[in-house]
């Protein structure tokens, strides 16, 4: 099974905290991201990459933590290691924007990656508002962290990587401001998302 940071992280909870069950609940885990992953094999490449690393392995975890604990402390634990993956990525970034004036392209590498990677091939949909001139600014109207979640019957669950944006990406520099007031995740029409040079 290829491990990733959920996969790592819901190994040591088990081991830490039912280290007398941690076997049965490793192969719990295990049967369901097989049935998961067996279930979307038709998704395309670029869905996959969202779905294998993420979304199912997060379901997975979700579901078979909720037959050792409830509900509520299933998704805390969940958006603990989401939240963790989150604070990592921040610190790398930070890192980068010590470069001198590299903040002032950052809405530009943001208006060319997001259609690679969270395009419509991966299963997004997005309105761009404004891409150029030191602006990012789209809705994006669907989401497969939002889709999936609530097809599979979990859609509180998407909350966990909506706030991870968050973490990642506020703050990012003095001359940047990342401003988001809906999320599909929270209910809302759209992710409003917004980028900007703190000058435009």
């Known amino acids: 099974m290829k491990k990733n940071y959920i996969t790592q992280n819901f190994q040591k909870t088990i081991a830490e905290r039912f280290p007398a069950q941690s076997a049965a609940l490793l192969a719990a885990y295990q049967k369901r991201l097989t049935e998961l992953r067996a279930e979307n094999a038709d998704a395309s490449p670029e869905k996959q990459r969202h779905l294998e690393g993420q979304i199912l ?20 634990t969940v958006h603990h290691y989401v939240e963790l ?8 970034i930070l890192k ?3 470069l001198p004036g590299l903040y002032r392209k950052v809405p530009g590498i943001f208006a060319k990656q997001t259609p690679k990677l969270f395009g419509t091939a991966a299963g997004f949909a997005a309105t761009e508002i404004q891409t150029t001139g030191g602006v990012w600014r789209i809705d994006m109207t669907r989401c497969p962290y939002h889709d999936v979640c609530g097809q599979y019957g979990c859609p509180e669950l998407c909350h966990c990587f909506c706030d991870s944006d968050d973490i990642t ?15 599909l995740g929270r209910g809302d029409d759209c992710c409003d998302f917004c980028l900007k040079l703190k000058d435009r």
């Open 57 to 76: 392995p997060g379901i997975a975890a979700y579901e078979t933590l909720q037959t050792v604990m409830s509900k509520e402390e299933a998704l805390e």
């Open 85 to 92: 993956k989150a604070w990592r990525l921040r610190r790398a």
């Open 96 to 98: 980068l924007m010590r």
């Open 169 to 183: 990406y506020d703050d990012m520099h003095p001359q940047l401001l990342w401003h988001r007031t809906k999320t």
